[in-house]
C-alpha cells in the first residue's frame, strides 16, 4: 500500500490489499500460522522453496536486495528495497552500496538479529516511501533527528527503548500515512507538530506516550488510532466530537478515553468498526449505543447490568465481542432472541479478583474491611438467543462460579456453537472446587457430543491445596489489610 502497487480504482486500498492476501493463501503461496478468534489471519509465512525462490527473482529484477548471512560479491547500482537482517563484517560493502545508491532506495527494512546501521543510513533517503525499524533497541534521538528529510514517506515503524523524543521535523512529512510508534516504550509524548500530518491514516502509540488534545481534529483522514492516555481528555473529547471523526475505523484507548468519547449517547461514529477498550471502566457507557457499525468490541467494566447488557445487544453489526466483568454483575441477567443477531465470537470472562475483602470508607473518613458476597455467575441465555455464535469462550474464577453453572447458564440454548472453550484460573483457587467445576464441565461435554469443548488450567502454581491452606491464607491477608487500616 505504500509504494503504490495497489491502485485505489480497485476500492479501499486496505480491502484491496487483503483480497489480495486471500487469494495468496488460496493458492497456497501464503501459509498462515497464526490466527485471531474471529478466523482473520494474524501472521503467516511462505514454504522455504517459494521464499528461495522470491528472493532469487527479486536478484535478477533488482526489485529487492535481502542481507541474510549471504555473500555478495557485488552490489547493484541501484539498490531499491533493502532488507537488513543480519549485521557483521561481511555487509562492510552493502553499506557503501547503500551510501552510494541512498536516492534510489524506496524501501528500508531492518530485523531485530541486525544490531546496528550507521547513522547515514537514515538521512537524505529522497525516494523512501517505507522505512520499518521495529525493535532496533540501540536506536537513539541521535538517529532520527534528520527524518524529516525523507519527504516522500509513508510508513514509518520505529520500535526502541532510546528514544526518548521525535523531532518537529516529522511534521514535514506531508505524504505520512502509517505511524507505528508502539514499542517506543521511553516516548513520554508527541510534538506539536504531529497536527501538520494531514495524510495520516494509522497512528500507535506506546502506553507511556501522551497525544496532544490540541491540534487533533486536524488529522481528518485518520482511521486508526491506538493509545492510552491524552494531555487534555475532556479537550480530546471535544476536538473528536467537533471535528466529526467520521473516518475512524479502528480505535484501541483507555477506559477513562472511553468514558470521555461515549458520554454523548448522540456521539455518533459511523464508519468505527473495531473498538477495544484496554484498561477498565466503570460501567458500559450509555452513548456506546449509538455505534451501529461496530463489528468487534474488547471492554472491561467493573459493573455489569441489564442496561448495559441492553446497549451491547443494540448493536446490530456485532460480530466479535470480549466482555470482562471484574467486579460484580449487580442482577441476574437473560440474553434473549432481541439482539446479538450476528454475533459468532463471545469471549466472557467473569473474573473478579482472588482477595474475598473490600476497603470500606467509613462515616469518621477511615477504612474498614467487609466481605465480598459470592453470588455466582448471574448470566442466562434464553431459547433463541445469539443463533449465529459459533464460538463461545468462558474465563472463570472457581472460587466465585459454582460447579454446575453451565447449567444455570442454558448453554442447550446456543445451538449453533460448534466450539466451546472454559478456561479456569486457578491463582488463589482451592484444588477441590476447580476439579469440581471440572466434573461438571466433563458432564456437560457428555450432553452436548457434537460441540468440540475445551477446558485448560491457568496459573496452577498459585492454587491451595485445600481449604484449610485456603483459610489460613485469608485469615492472614485480612490481618496484613487490618494493621494497614490503623
Known amino acids: 500500500m505504500a509504494e503504490g502497487f495497489l491502485d485505489r480504482q480497485w476500492g479501499r486500498l486496505d480491502e484491496v490489499a487483503e483480497n489480495c492476501i486471500n487469494e495468496l493463501v488460496n493458492r497456497n503461496l501464503i501459509q498462515p500460522i497464526d490466527i485471531y478468534d474471529d478466523g482473520t489471519v494474524k501472521y503467516c509465512r511462505v514454504h522455504d522453496m517459494v521464499l528461495d525462490l522470491i528472493i532469487s527473482l527479486s536478484d535478477e529484477e533488482n526489485f529487492a536486495t535481502v542481507l541474510n548471512g549471504r555473500a555478495y560479491n557485488s552490489f547493484p547500482n541501484k539498490i531499491r528495497r533493502l532488507s537488513m537482517q543480519f549485521s557483521g563484517k561481511e555487509h562492510n560493502g552493502a553499506v557503501c552500496a547503500i551510501t552510494e545508491t ?10 531485530p538479529q541486525f544490531e546496528q546501521i550507521p547513522h547515514i543510513v537514515l538521512v537524505d533517503f529522497h ?20 527524518i524529516g528529510s525523507s519527504r516522500h514517506l509513508r510508513y514509518l515503524r520505529i520500535g526502541s527503548g532510546k528514544i526518548t523524543e521525535l523531532p518537529d521535523e516529522i ?22 507538530t504531529m497536527a501538520q500530518l494531514r495524510k495520516l491514516v494509522r497512528l500507535s502509540v506506546s502506553n507511556a506516550t501522551q497525544l496532544p488534545a490540541s491540534g487533533f481534529r ?30 475512524l475505523r479502528h480505535l484501541r484507548i483507555g477506559g477513562e478515553i472511553a468514558e470521555r468519547l461515549f458520554c454523548n449517547p448522540y456521539s455518533t461514529y459511523p ?11 466503570g460501567m458500559v457507557p450509555r452513548g456506546m449505543a449509538s455505534l451501529k457499525n461496530l463489528v468487534k468490541l474488547c471492554i472491561r467494566v467493573w459493573e455489569f447490568d441489564n442496561e448495559g447488557l441492553q446497549v451491547l445487544m443494540g448493536m446490530p453489526s456485532m460480530a466479535h465481542l470480549q466482555l470482562l466483568v471484574i467486579q460484580d454483575i449487580k442482577e441476574k441477567l437473560t440474553v434473549g432472541s432481541n439482539g446479538f443477531k450476528l454475533l459468532k465470537v463471545f469471549h466472557f470472562l467473569y473474573n473478579r479478583p482472588a482477595t474475598p475483602f473490600v476497603f470500606k470508607h467509613t462515616a469518621s473518613g477511615g477504612l474498614r474491611i467487609s466481605e465480598k458476597k459470592t453470588d455466582g455467575l448471574r448470566l442466562t441465555f434464553a ?42 484460573d486457578c491463582y488463589r483457587a482451592v484444588l477441590g472446587r476447580v476439579e469440581a467445576l471440572e466434573s461438571s464441565i466433563e458432564k456437560a461435554i457428555n450432553l452436548h457430543p457434537n460441540r468440540e469443548i475445551f477446558v485448560h ?28 487500616c490503623r
Open 102 to 111: 541512498k536516492i534510489y532506495v524506496r524501501s528500508l527494512t531492518t530485523f
Open 127 to 146: 525516494a523512501l516511501r517505507v522505512l520499518d525499524l521495529a525493535r532496533c533497541y540501540w536506536l537513539e534521538n541521535k538517529h532520527v533527528k534528520h
Open 171 to 192: 511534521g514535514k512529512l506531508q505524504h505520512l500515512e502509517t505511524l507505528d510508534l508502539r514499542y517506543c516504550y521511553s516516548l513520554l509524548r508527541l510534538p506539536s
Open 218 to 247: 486536524s488529522l481528518q483522514a485518520l482511521e486508526e488510532l491506538r493509545f492510552w492516555k491524552t494531555d487534555d481528555p475532556v479537550r480530546f473529547a471535544e476536538e473528536v466530537n467537533e471535528s466529526g471523526k467520521c473516518n
Open 271 to 281: 464508519c468505527l468498526q473495531v473498538l477495544k477498550i484496554m484498561s477498565n471502566i
Open 383 to 424: 431459547p433463541g438467543a445469539v443463533p449465529a455464535l459459533r464460538r463461545f469462550c468462558l474465563d472463570l474464577n472457581p472460587m466465585i462460579v459454582a460447579s454446575d453453572f453451565l447449567v444455570h447458564l442454558g448453554v442447550e440454548h446456543l445451538s449453533g456453537v460448534a466450539q466451546l472453550e472454559v478456561k479456569i
Open 457 to 484: 488450567r491457568v496459573s496452577e502454581d498459585f492454587m491451595f491445596k485445600d481449604e484449610k491452606e485456603w483459610k489460613e491464607a485469608v485469615l492472614k491477608e485480612r490481618k496484613e489489610m487490618e494493621n494497614f
